[in-house]
């Protein structure tokens, strides 16, 4: 029965290794690509777009842009909501402020709660239902934005798995190839016998 050397049997766990990473690492890959196409297409089929540059130019506290949403928001001006950095600013930097303006700092259970004691307060009952659906609509950009981002690590993940995996294929090419012991080393031949001189007896 042949028997394989050690180094035989570390490349060959290493390629095995290598090949599992490499495949593991593809289809990281595309899970983060599938997530990625999946919610950019939800947010473009929402068509929502950002105010215009103009209108932050006259940014004022209690209006549709305030001094707020220069710094996170303005940088998206004009353009339509398609990835989840933009939705992250869309759904906590414009939403929950026109949110917290509307309701005077109260959340929607608050609001809702006072409504439930004042049954013919039309104006509240409004205001509960236009929080409502501002708070539905943040919840659901949140949630877009929580899957871009595990997109994002996923690929990163993928990018390490192909690294770890071309490293174990690289080692287990060196065991293979540039690994392997002279098959025959040179012998040294020792005298098998010597030559004896008998000394010359003289009279």
């Known amino acids: 029965m042949r028997r394989f050397s050690p180094r035989t049997l570390l490349a060959a766990a290493s390629a095995a290794l290598a090949a599992v990473l490499l495949i593991a690492g593809g289809l ?10 999946t919610v950019q297409g939800q947010l473009a089929s929402q068509q929502i777009f950002f105010p215009p540059a103009a209108a932050f130019a006259h940014a004022k506290a209690g209006t549709e842009i305030t001094p707020s949403m220069i710094p996170s928001v303005s940088q998206y001006a004009g353009q339509q909501m398609l990835t989840g950095q933009q939705a992250e600013a869309y759904a906590d930097h414009f939403i929950a402020v026109h949110i917290q303006d509307m309701g005077a700092g109260k959340t929607y259970s608050q609001l809702s709660a006072e409504s439930l004691a004042q049954p013919r307060n039309t104006a509240l009952a409004a205001t509960v239902g236009t929080v409502f ?8 950009l949140l949630n877009a934005y929580g899957w871009w981002k595990v997109s994002q ?21 060196y065991l293979l190839t540039f690994g392997r012991r ?3 080393a040179g012998t040294v031949t020792q005298p098998g016998s010597h030559e004896t001189i008998t000394p010359v007896t003289t009279a």
Do not use: D
């Not at 659906?133 to 659901?140: P, Q, V």
């Open 133 to 140: 659906k501002g708070e539905t609509l943040r919840s659901m």
């Open 28 to 37: 990281a890959l595309w899970g983060s690509a599938y997530v990625h196409n």
């Open 153 to 173: 690590i996923v690929y990163i993940v993928s990018l390490v798995l192909f690294g770890l995996g071309a490293v174990a294929g690289l080692g287990a090419a």
């Open 182 to 184: 002279p098959s025959s």
